[in-house]
């Protein structure tokens, strides 16, 4: 498998542990959007795409199946959002 685009939107509220929004193509045939970065509490991590359940709990609708793709797919999104962040440009006061 590889990974052949990513594409980062940054979220901009100081207040949110979401940080951005990443979306990837895997081998120029198939997209996965809405991954998300999330700022936890022991540093950034991938929550992927999900949604709500009728009992409340939210339930992945794309993951990955087994632990080493899951990390090569984090390692990436991650790398390519501290890319996003050298290139962003400064907010103006």
Not at 5 to 27: M, P, Y
Not at 51 to 71: Q, S, W
């Amino acid at each position: 498998m590889k990974i052949s685009d990513v594409r980062i939107r940054i979220v901009k509220k100081d207040d949110n542990k979401l940080k951005a929004v990443a979306s990837i193509t895997i081998d120029d045939c198939f997209a996965v959007h809405d991954i998300k970065i999330i700022d936890g509490t022991q540093g950034l991590f991938i929550a992927m795409p999900s949604r709500k359940t009728p009992d409340g709990a939210f339930k992945d609708i794309v993951h990955p199946l087994n632990t080493e793709t899951r990390e090569s797919i984090r390692d990436i999104i991650l790398g390519e959002y501290e890319k996003a962040l050298k290139e962003a440009p400064a907010d103006s006061e």
